[in-house]
Every structure is written in structure tokens, then in C-alpha cells.
């Protein structure tokens, strides 16, 4: 259980930062969303986690280009809930174009917010964390932490880079209550590879499902999209005792991807 324990979780208005929001909610532990969105949706949704976990939400729209705003976040989370105990970094977006083509304001657009944005966080929590004494950092990296694909130069560059951050977190927090680790999932069915898929199924002639089976056929041994609520199991796991001696690791969540 994570009653009386906090998740401040960047890019939680949608997709994978929001299936994680639902399974710590589920035990009972409080949150801070962050994400873009419109205030009818956001309002929505912190609606729909109250009443169905019975736990308190808040919201901050820290644009996560911005160091300073991403600043204030971690304080606005800490004077709320007096600290931060879980760090969810999953705020990201993605380019797709071969490297000569690729345009450079995309490449630092990317670098900034599936990378930087993650330093800034840990940067402010963790003397928080080490004032508690415990803490999770879990970063939301990818397989594109642990391997490439074509036309995703920032992407992947900015994904590795977070492997990185979050091996040397977890050496400079070892022994203190902190750890810290990656989550690399495979293809997981959210607005973020939609516009893949439909490519996919542009190019093919074929419908959006269609698409969608041949990005797995490529990519994906199990030809199964991970679904939120694993993700969401994955990371309740990383947050429960069982899980103390875990950290500076790279986890893959990716029907195989990796293997190959
Ligand atoms: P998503 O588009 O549903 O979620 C992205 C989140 O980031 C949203 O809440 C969005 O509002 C937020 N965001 C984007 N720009 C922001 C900004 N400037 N400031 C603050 N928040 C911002 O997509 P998703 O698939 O759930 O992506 C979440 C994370 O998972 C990303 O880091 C992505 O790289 C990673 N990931 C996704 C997949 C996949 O197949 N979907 C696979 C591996 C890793």
C-alpha cells in the first residue's frame, strides 16, 4: 500500500504517465499530474481518480521545456504533500525524419523535454527524497534507451541519455532509502504512436489496425501492444519493498523487443 506517500508524475494528463497515476492512486497514494491538456479533461480526470481511489490529486501545467516552471513544480508538489516520494519522469513527445532532414529546433525540443526535463526533477527531489530518507525515482525512457531505430535520432539520443541519468542517480543515491530506475517500454497503443500507425497504414494502403499489427510484425516479437495497466504493475512493483535493492537498472517491458 502507498497511503500517506505522494507520486509527482510529469506527462500524466494522457497515456503511460496516466496508467501509472491510476495504479499508484489504486493504492491509495496521492498525486501531482502534470501534462498538457484542456482544463475540462485535466478537471475530468483528477475527478475520476478522486472518486474512484479515494485519494487526493492536484494538477500543475509546468511546461517541461522550461527549467524554471519545472522548478516550481517540485515545489508547488512539496508544499502540498510536505515532499516528494515518487518520481514518475514521463513527459515526452516524438520527431520522426532521417538525421539530414531532421530539423535542429525538433532535436532540442526533444532533448529538452524527454531529457532535460528529468534532470531538472531529480535535481530539486532528491534533497527532498534525502530528507525522508526513501524515495523512487522512475523514469520513463523506452527500448529506444537500449536500442535504435531509423529516422528517431533525438528520441533515441534523448532516451539513452536518460538510461544514463538514471544509472548515475542511482550510484550517487545508493544506500540512502532513494533508488532510481528505468522503464523501457515497446510499442504501447497511446496518442504518442498514433501518428506512426496511421503513417504506417497510409504507406501500407491498409487500415489503422492494420497499421498498428504491422508496426508490431516489425518491431515486437509477442505482436502485442504492452498495455497501460502493465505499466502501471511495473511501477507499482519498483515502489513496493520487494524491489529496495533494484536500482541503476534499465527495464524493458517490450514483448521481446530487445531480445532480438
Ligand atoms: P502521450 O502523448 O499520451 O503522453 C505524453 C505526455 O507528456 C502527455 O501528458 C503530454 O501532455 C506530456 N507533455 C508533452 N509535452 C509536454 C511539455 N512540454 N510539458 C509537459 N508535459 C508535456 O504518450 P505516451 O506514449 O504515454 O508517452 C509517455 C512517455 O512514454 C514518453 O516519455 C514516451 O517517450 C514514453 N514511451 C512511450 C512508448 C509508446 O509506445 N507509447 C514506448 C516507450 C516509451
Redesign the pocket.
Known sequence: MLTGKNALI????????LGIARALAGQGCSIML????NPENIAATRHALESEFRVTTCYNG????RPEEIASLVAATDETFGGIDILVN?????HTAPVELFPSERWDTIIA??LSSSFHTIHHAVPLMRKSGWGRILN?A??HGLVASAHKAAYVAAKHGLVGLTKVVALETAGSGITSNAIC????R????EPQIIARAQTLGVDIEAGGRSMLAEKQPSQQFVSLEQLGQLALFLCSPGADQITGTALPIDGGWTAQ
Request: net charge negative.
Open positions: 510529469t506527462g500524466s494528463t494522457s497515456g503511460i504517465g502534470n501534462g498538457l491538456g509546468a511546461d517541461m521545456t514521463c513527459a515526452g513527445i516524438q523535454i524527454n520513463i523506452s527500448v517500454p515497446g510499442w504501447t497511446t496518442e504518442l504512436i
